[in-house]
RNA sequence: CGGGGCGUAGCGCAGCCUGGUUAGCGCGCCUGCCUUGGGAGCAGGAGGUCGAGUGUUCGAAUCACUCCGCCCCGACCA
């Protein structure tokens, strides 16, 4: 490709929407540009990178015996309520009417689908195991779009689906996948963890998340560094120690003034204990309706643990008025004992004694609180975040937190749309039975995304080779100079004839504007033709990563160059092999 | 949806508080000259319903109200 025909608008300035890195660069590299809030074009560059990504998810799902098909985008509300999610999916799914008043949404995802498809399609034991993958864009009416290709409403997804007579060859579906997983982010040139985590809104008994690792991820992990275990915190079960559990409270119930002393931290000083020793209360609203939440002090609710222990749809946090409206409690100083709304507790507070609680009334706390004797919760739980001073739950071993951004998600989903659906085959008994179900996700715009936040300098993108647009950029420093423009024209076809993916820099620009755009685009090896060609017959390569310079004799330089490429992207495939 | 901020040329911004000629600056763009190894220089030029509407005023980018859009923090997620 010739850079004075690539439209590759690229900008010196940062857009100021643009507040992440991955989404500042891609807009100054002129690989996307913005409609509206969350909905992108991809120009040539970006699309280009884009399909780097599906391409390999394409063939390592082909490998894993996956079949390519393509879902509509819009389908119909009968079969959302069918499923029963027509009603619980929320205000994400984009819901319209046809011309004849008929009810659609566009697709966030297409368990539905499928689950239709293998209800009409597939009847026997002898047709299973089926998985089901397409490459399609996605729409999620998100509440808050963010972050450019991150987060936004329109994006573009891979998603697989597997069907298998029971839960053993599902196990099997599942393990084939999370390996294909591994190969494909592997194959991309990323650093990236798999890790436990919740299963969501989509369901499910078990699943793992596939995390690019990168400072401004919006996820947190916790790795174990003895063992395996790596989880997402929303995750990470807190193992409850043993010690002080056989202590009993003596102390009576008192009530003291605690006036203006809302926080924890400003009531454990007032009175002289630790955070530790108090017990936190807070409202949520699970499903719409008001739960109290007991935590100790120094700790911290997990909203997906409490979602889960809860089986609530929709667990969210809500501000003090709206606290007060609700349940007439006063914010600051509430407490367990004698509360009249739902009350939850997370496990660690049952063991607590001689506990420091708010009275229910303003500026008053309550001393010698006692779970068990003075309240007891309705459901008592693991609900806390997990701290670095908990052990791994595994091992026991001491853990270390990560960010990182959620790329991939591969879920075993059971039964619950067969069952929802109908869809069933006959086993060798002649029984009809659900089909066992997993589906597997990966993002594959954010991928991209992910990849640049990853992988970036001051001077721009420095896109992972597997990823990248063009694996070459040849600089033409010579546009007027005869010899030094037709050796840029012959070491442009040269890598051509090779199969290389070149990029030729053959616009009437200044070298430094040149250079500028080569490193802002993130091209792994640039290749410079210019006086020293002219001087000495010598070609400059630089590796875009490192900034290592070599070299080259212009005879050999194409040869040389390939086969540098040919081996760099054979090394990132041989390390599964 | 709750909280915060912003809308002035393609991009980045100033001007607004304290209303008053023709609305500026940098980058980019066009023409010419010149220059050619890290976003050069000189000269000339094009480009604006100041987000929209209503109001206040002799007069509104500037003040008030309403609406729209966008960005940031929270809940959601590939």
């Not at 500042?24 to 780097?52: D, E, F, N, V, W």
């Not at 997804?157 to 069907?163: L, N, Q, R, V």
């Not at 609700?326 to 507070?349: F, H, N």
């Amino acid at each position: 490709m010739r850079y004075s025909k690539l439209f590759l608008p690229t900008t010196r300035e940062t857009p100021a929407e643009a507040e992440v890195i991955s989404h500042q660069l891609l807009l100054r590299a002129g690989c996307i540009r913005k409609l509206t809030s969350g909905l992108y074009t991809y120009l040539p560059l970006g699309l280009m990178a884009m399909q780097k990504v599906a391409a390999i998810v394409r063939e390592e799902m082909n490998r894993a015996g996956a079949q390519e098909l393509l879902m509509p985008m819009v389908q119909p509300a009968d079969l959302w309520q069918e499923s029963g999610r027509w009603q619980k999916y929320g205000a994400e799914l984009l819901r319209f009417k046809d011309r004849h008043q008929r009810d659609y949404c566009l697709g966030p995802t297409h368990e539905e689908v499928i689950t239709d498809i293998a209800r009409r399609e597939l009847h026997s034991y002898r047709q299973l195991p089926v998985n089901l993958y397409q490459v399609q864009t996605k729409f999620r009416d998100e509440i808050r779009p963010r972050f450019g290709l991150m987060r936004g409403r329109e994006f573009v997804m891979k998603d697989a689906y597997s069907f298998d007579v029971d839960d053993e060859a599902a196990g099997k579906s599942y393990r084939i996948m999370k390996e294909a997983y591994h190969r494909i982010f592997q194959r991309c040139g990323l650093s990236f963890r798999a890790v436990e985590a919740d299963s969501g809104s989509i369901g499910g008994s078990f699943s793992h998340e596939f995390m690019v690792l990168a400072d401004t991820g919006e996820d947190t992990l916790v790795i174990c560094s003895s063992c395996e275990y790596a989880a997402n915190v929303e995750k990470a079960a807190v193992a409850l120690s043993e010690a002080g559990s056989a202590a009993e409270g003596t102390a009576a119930l008192t009530r003291v003034e605690t006036p203006g002393m809302k926080k924890v931290d400003r009531v454990a000083d007032f009175l002289d204990v630790t955070p530790a020793d108090i017990i936190k209360t807070m409202v949520f609203l699970a499903d719409g309706e008001p739960v109290a939440v007991l935590v100790r002090g120094d700790r911290q609710v997990q909203e997906v643990k409490l979602k889960n222990l809860l089986g609530a749809a929709e667990v969210e946090p809500i501000d003090d008025d709206t606290v007060w409206k609700l349940t007439k409690l006063p914010v600051g100083y509430m407490g367990p004992v004698d509360i009249q709304i739902r009350l939850v507790a997370d496990q660690e507070v049952m063991r607590m004694t001689d506990a420091i609680a708010g009275a229910n009334e303003k500026g008053m706390h309550l001393r010698g609180v006692n779970p068990g004797r003075d309240f007891t919760p309705e459901l008592v739980g693991d609900l806390r975040q997990i701290t670095s001073e908990d052990g791994c739950p595994a091992c026991g071993g001491r853990l270390s937190f990560t960010e990182g951004i959620e790329v991939g998600h591969i879920f075993k989903l059971g039964t619950s749309y067969s069952e929802a659906l109908k869809a069933t085959y006959q086993d060798k008994d002649g029984v009809d039975k659900p089909f066992v179900m997993g589906c597997y996700g990966i993002g594959v715009s954010r991928v991209v995304a992910a990849a640049i936040e990853q992988n970036h300098d001051d001077n721009g993108i420095i896109f992972p080779l597997p990823l990248a647009p063009f694996q070459v950029i040849v600089l033409n420093l010579g546009m007027k100079n005869e010899a030094i423009s037709s050796a840029a024209e012959q070491l442009y076809r040269d890598l051509q004839d090779r199969g290389i993916e070149v990029l030729l820099d053959d616009r009437d620009e200044r070298p430094g504007s040149k250079f500028k755009d080569a490193d802002l685009i993130g091209i792994p090896y640039r290749a410079t033709v210019g006086k020293v060609y002219e001087k000495d017959g010598m070609v400059e390569l630089r590796l875009r990563a490192t900034g290592e310079t070599t070299m080259l004799p212009f005879e050999s330089a194409g040869k040389q160059i390939a086969t540098m490429i040919r081996e760099e992207l054979e090394q990132l495939q041989q390390s599964f092999d």
